[in-house]
C-alpha cells in the first residue's frame, strides 16, 4: 500500500499548522503522564507532530515516509517500526499514538510490543493511544489501513502479556480524528484536556501506559 497517498487523502481537508499546534499541549500532557521522560521514542512518528512537541532532552522517530517536519536534533529512522534498528535498554518514553490498528493480527501486535519493551531502559514508561473500537465501531473501518479492532481492555492486556505492567487507563481521551470535532489551536487543545467532562462526550481514543 502506498502510505504516503493514502495519507495524503486521508488528510487532504486538514491544516497541518493548526494540526501540529494542537499537539503541542498533548505531548506535555502525555510526558506528565509517563513522568517526564529524557529519552523518548515515538515508532509511529507520521509528520513529527508529536516528537516535535515533547520536552524530552533526547528524542528519536521512526516512520516508513521521510516527512520534512521533523524537527533538527530528532534521531529520525526510516523504515517499519516493527524492523527498524534501535537501541535496546535505552529509552525510559515510548509513545505510540494510532499504530497498532494497522498491523494485522494480534501476533503482530504482541510482537510489536515485545520488540518496543526489548528497546526500554528498566523503569521507563509506554503509552499507546489509538481508536476505542467501544466508542467508535461505526467509523472504525472506514479507514482501508485499519486491521485489527482493538479496546482499551484489549491493549492492558497485550501490554500485560509483553511483559509491561499497565498504570493508568483513560477509556475515552481524544476525539476520533483531526478532521472532525478535535480542538482546532493549542488554546482550544489545553482547555479540552483540563476538562475530563469534554472526555466522556467527545473522547474516542483510549490512552493506556504501561510500565517495565
Known amino acids: 500500500m502506498d502510505y504516503e ?48 512537541a515533547v520536552p524530552a532532552e533526547e528524542r528519536w522517530a521512526v516512520d516508513q515516509v521521510r516527512y ?6 530528532t534521531h529520525f529512522v526510516q523504515g517499519d517500526a516493527t524492523t527498524a534498528e534501535l537501541p535496546e535498554d535505552h529509552f525510559d518514553g515510548v509513545f505510540v499514538s494510532n499504530f497498532l490498528e494497522h ?6 501486535v504482541a510482537a510489536f510490543l515485545a520488540r518496543m519493551r526489548e528497546r526500554m531502559a528498566d523503569g521507563g514508561r509506554i503509552a499507546i493511544m489509538g481508536p476505542n473500537y467501544r466508542y467508535c465501531g461505526k467509523e472504525y473501518w472506514d479507514y482501508a489501513d485499519h486491521y485489527v479492532a482493538l479496546t482499551h481492555v484489549a491493549v492492558e492486556e497485550h501490554l500485560y ?15 476520533y480524528t483531526f478532521s472532525g470535532r478535535m ?15 469534554a472526555w466522556r462526550l467527545l473522547g474516542k481514543q483510549f490512552l493506556v501506559v504501561a510500565e517495565k
Open 5 to 52: 497517498r493514502l495519507y495524503e487523502w486521508r488528510h487532504r481537508h486538514v491544516d497541518q499548522q493548526a494540526r501540529a499546534a494542537v499537539w503541542g499541549p498533548i505531548a506535555r500532557y502525555v510526558h506528565e503522564l509517563m513522568d517526564r521522560p529524557r529519552r523518548v521514542l515515538d515508532p509511529a512518528a507520521g509528520r513529527c507532530e508529536f516528537i516535535n
Open 68 to 73: 520534512v517536519e521533523a524537527s533538527p536534533g
Open 103 to 108: 498491523l494485522f493480527t494480534p501476533d503482530d
Open 161 to 175: 502479556a509483553a511483559g509491561l505492567t499497565p498504570t493508568r487507563t483513560i477509556r475515552r481521551f481524544l476525539p
Open 183 to 197: 480542538p482546532a489551536s493549542a488554546r482550544l487543545a489545553t482547555l479540552y484536556l483540563r476538562v475530563p467532562l
